[in-house]
């Protein structure tokens, strides 16, 4: 049976929200890999990236700055802002347990979680956010498939931000010193890497590109709710372990598998079900393939 | 004699590096058998695959004649009568001594979740024997002393001791001891090596690494020489000593700054 | 003149970080909060970073030692551990009888809240078993509790199942799924099966959300029959008080006989230092096994007992932030503690009375709280002095 042109709108689907996921999964991956934490608040981070993006759009675009510079403006201090969340994560709920084992970090880490998510219902109640701007739904075909613009501008940022990571970690001396406190956080500080600003580093980066991540999500869906971080965040840790935890451009495969994945389960089996495909593909590839589709299973030294 | 351990072919490689290679080897009963060689010959890694920690990449190895244990888990191994001790103490820090030895019990008893929450007289009994056959078996370690006492409280030569009790209790046919003597003084290292040979009074064959070699020389009867994964060389004691093969080994290995 | 020179010298740095960080949290909280809001937040975090710097300057080890003061020194539960036999003998049925007592002059409403509080000391008792004694990170426990729940009110309500078999079979069945869960995924390190847990917790819900043919999807199912032995019906609320106080003393007696048995000392060392266990003849994977398959076991059987008090469910009592709230009620009590654990989960389920006026700050206020907890007193309210230790040398 020749896969018709449903087929293939769910796969360009797919890739968006892939994308997406990718973008979150960046920030799982590289903090996993450095610190071996699975930082649970990091899709509340997403989603407050979501928020204050919308938030500074809504302003911009009431002072009067053209959509074309308010929005990408908006990305902008949302990013920034939201690497500050990520920063003080760090440090409020994560250095101080940095040799406590792995219980207390893990219970912190939904702790901090928890108080993310009821600060912004608090803080902005309980009702969707929307988008200040209708983001047009113009688009292109290309044969059996409808392309929107918003589409392109998600996998187009999505990339390009992947790729000047990936030149980040593999060419800069800042870079350099991630990969190296990744591998081994103890010898890296004796050879003089400043294992601390790294780790910060780290959190930064990551819930910066979360946050890109929420604003091209709340243009493209129109709004966001303080719930969304919890789903989001927990499919996005499937893509990367999915793509090998640790593995950085396992983050970007595992993300758009997920995403092509998910939008043909909805497409075939039905929308409920969708959110438990994520689920059910993240304990198999636990049980079956624990090191993702990229990664290197590393024996333990008794 | 009977045999006790065969080891065939036993090879081992973890992604390129051959950390064990091609060995053969052979204990008989009631036997005390070292294995030395320098740092990094592999001699952990073999006693890892005896033990189960880790799965052979190639060969065998079998208990008394015909068992195979090679690829079987540890617990399973252990339970067959092949129990270790590490390296690098590795005892249960937070237990008390007497404790510590009381889980070695685990593999010979049984009482299961019933017998917990119903706690008829036979587990009761089963629980005063555990603990009965635990302090002798510190006595018999001579760190009766420390019964009660934390296990990461003690002092070093008490943990390695206490190390040994705990493997006994799980009343092995087959001892195998990582470095007992590691970081022992001359009164200390005495007192082991009447223990190990108390030991071998026991019916149990020992398997040993050590680099102690007074320990070596006076306990073994038989010597077994690893270098970069080969089994160099093999025999009693004197014989080994003076083997050309082995002098090479560890000179070359001090000149290349590795002692 | 030296001297104030001096002063502002050193208090240069502090100042300006603290200065930096108000002025970063300002921003921070700005766009969702609104200027004047933000301004609070600024304000609060300007008072703690100056009370530090306070503190720090009056007694430089004072905050030390305030940290310590909160961590503890383990002398309690040590000295409970050493006191008589007699006294731990008698205690826990004099307490029983001194709920049994006061259970008699409770209003309705208190019977109530203390019935649901006994549902949740049962819940963290189950976790308790494979987070506290055996040392596993579950975070999907209460899909468990659904299992059960919704195993009495499909069979109660299409073919009238008494309560009596339901309790058994709920478990039953619940320790199956907790089985068929076990089995692949208790190998995996520890944070991996958390997250496994968390996913197996999510595709419960999900499911009963969905499967309306079976489970009516979001509406619930309505109508389930409330126990009844001999003709008498349990219909108010200091019925059910009983049942549970007689569940959760049964659960308490297990736990202890489970702690100090061989198996809970297996446990322990598998805590402890899991390959040693191995190579002493532990089965490790049988008994994280075993143990899993106990919590789901009962928690199975406290959703059963929800069901039939509730006379209704739906999968929304059973989403994860409830399976967060009984981890919270086990770390925060003590894990491996039964004591702990039973106070934990008393003190968190009686919480949202005690808050009523400032409900909506309740769970803003549990998430910071466990942050700090983690900081300041890991090891919980009561734990037992082996779990203080671990801690301590953890640290």
Avoid at chain 2, 75 to 103: C, D, W, Y
Wanted: aromatic share 8%; glycine share 10%; charged share 15%.
């Amino acid at each position: 049976m020749i896969p018709g042109g449903e087929f293939f709108q769910q796969i360009v689907n797919g890739l968006t929200v892939g994308a997406v996921y990718a973008l979150i999964a960046l920030g799982y991956t590289m903090v996993y890999g450095i610190i071996e934490l699975i930082n649970f608040a990091h899709g509340e981070i997403y989603m407050i990236g979501a928020y204050i993006g919308t938030i500074a759009a809504a302003l911009l675009l009431g002072a009067g700055v053209p959509a074309a510079a308010a929005i990408p403006l908006a990305i902008v201090a949302a990013a920034a802002l939201t690497g500050f969340y990520g920063l003080s994560a760090e440090r409020i709920a994560y250095r101080p347990l940095r040799k406590a084992g792995r219980l207390a970090p893990l219970i912190s880490a939904l702790g901090l979680s928890i108080f993310l998510q009821q600060y912004v219902l608090l803080a902005q109640g309980a009702r969707d956010k929307v988008f200040p701007e209708e983001i047009t739904s113009a688009g292109f075909t290309l044969g059996p498939v409808r392309v929107a613009f918003v589409q392109v501008l998600i996998l187009g940022v999505a990339a390009l931000l992947m790729v000047a990571l990936q030149g980040f970690v593999r060419r800069t001396r800042m870079g350099r010193a991630m990969r190296c406190a990744a591998q081994d956080p103890v010898m890296a500080s004796l050879v003089g890497v400043p294992v601390d600003r790294v780790i910060a580093l780290t959190f930064i980066i990551g819930s910066a590109l979360a946050a890109v991540a929420g604003v091209l999500v709340v243009m493209y869906y129109g709004k966001v709710n303080y719930l969304a971080g919890y789903t989001a965040g927990l499919k996005a840790f499937t893509a990367a372990v999915l793509g090998g935890i640790g593995n950085i451009p396992g983050a970007m495969v595992g993300g758009l598998f997920l995403g092509v994945v998910e939008s043909l389960a909805a497409g075939y089996i039905g929308g409920e079900y969708k959110d438990v495909v994520a689920f059910v593909m993240l304990v198999v590839v636990l049980i079956v393939r624990p090191q993702g589709l990229l990664g290197v299973r590393v024996p333990d030294k008794i | 004699m009977a045999q006790a351990l065969a080891i065939q072919n036993l090879t081992m490689r973890f992604d390129g590096l051959t950390a064990v290679d091609h060995v053969d080897l052979s204990l008989q009963d009631k036997q005390i058998v070292s294995l030395i060689g320098p740092n990094g010959a592999g001699k952990t890694t073999l006693f890892n695959c005896v033990t189960g920690h880790y799965a052979p990449t190639e060969g065998t190895v079998h208990l008394g004649r015909d068992e195979l244990l090679s690829g079987l888990p540890p617990h399973t191994i252990a339970k067959k009568g092949v129990v270790r001790t590490f390296q690098n103490i590795r005892l249960f820090p937070a237990m008390s001594a007497v404790e510590n030895v009381m889980v070695g019990r685990h593999c010979r008893t049984r009482a299961g979740v019933l017998g917990a929450l119903l706690g008829p007289p036979s587990v009761r009994r089963e629980e005063r024997a555990i603990r009965e056959r635990a302090r002798e078996l510190l006595a018999f370690c001579g760190a009766a002393a420390y019964e009660n006492q934390q296990a990461r409280n003690l002092p070093y030569g008490a943990q390695r001791r206490l190390e040994i009790a705990r493997a006994l209790a799980a009343e092995p046919r087959i001892l195998c001891l990582d470095e007992p003597a590691a970081g022992m003084n001359p009164r200390e290292t005495a007192g082991l090596i009447a223990l190990i040979t108390a030991i071998r009074g026991l019916a149990i064959t020992v398997f040993l690494i050590e680099h102690h070699m007074n320990v070596v020389m006076s306990i073994s009867d038989r010597v077994a020489v690893m270098d970069h994964g080969v089994k160099i060389a093999e025999g009693t004691a004197d014989q080994v000593q003076k083997d050309p093969v082995v002098i090479a080994a560890y000179l070359g290995e001090a000149v290349g700054n590795r002692l | 003149m030296t001297q104030t020179g001096d002063v502002s010298h050193v208090l240069r740095a502090p100042l300006a970080r603290a200065a930096g960080w108000t002025a970063a949290f300002y921003l921070m909280v700005l766009p969702l909060m609104g200027p004047r809001r933000g301004l609070w937040v600024a304000l609060a975090v300007l008072v703690v970073q100056a009370l530090a710097l306070a503190a720090d300057r009056v007694s430089p080890a004072s905050r030390e030692r305030l940290a310590a003061a909160l961590r503890g020194s383990g002398r309690f539960s040590a000295w409970m551990e050493l006191r008589p036999a007699w006294v731990r003998t008698v205690a826990p049925p004099a307490l029983l009888l001194a709920l049994a007592a006061a259970g008699l002059g409770m209003s309705p409403y208190t019977l109530d809240v203390a019935t649901n509080a006994g549902i949740y000391v049962l819940l963290a008792l189950g976790l308790n078993i494979v987070v506290g004694m055996a040392g596993l990170l579950v975070l999907g426990y209460i899909a468990f509790s659904a299992v059960g729940a919704y195993t009495y009110a499909i069979l109660n309500t299409q073919f009238h199942l008494s309560f009596w078999l339901a309790l058994p079979l709920g478990g039953a069945l619940a320790a199956c799924f907790g089985l068929l869960l076990g089995l692949p995924t208790l190998r995996l390190r520890g944070d991996y099966l958390a997250i496994v847990t968390l996913g197996f917790g999510e595709i419960t819900r999900i499911t009963l959300n969905n499967w309306n043919s079976l489970t009516n999807g979001p509406n619930g199912i309505l109508g389930i029959q409330p126990p009844s032995l001999f003709g008498f019906t349990f219909s108010q609320p200091k019925h059910y008080f009983y049942l549970l106080l007689a569940m959760v003393a049964l659960a308490a007696f297990f736990s202890r006989r489970l702690e100090r048995s061989r198996l809970g000392r297996a446990w322990v060392a598998m805590r402890e230092d899991e390959t040693a266990a191995e190579s002493m003849g532990v089965p490790t994977l049988r008994l994280k096994l075993l143990a899993f398959t106990l919590a789901a076991f009962w928690g199975g059987v406290a959703g059963v007992l929800f069901a039939s008090k509730q006379l209704f469910v739906s999968p929304e009592s059973f989403n994860f932030l409830e399976s967060v709230m009984v981890l919270c009620m086990v770390v925060l009590g003590g894990m491996g503690s039964v004591p702990g654990v039973i106070l934990g989960a008393v003190l968190l389920a009686f919480l949202p009375e005690v808050l009523r006026g400032v409900a909506e700050y309740r769970l803003i206020v549990f998430g910071a709280a466990m942050v700090l907890l983690m900081q300041y007193r890991p090891q919980g309210i009561w734990p037992s002095s082996r779990r203080y230790e671990e801690f301590r040398q953890e640290a």
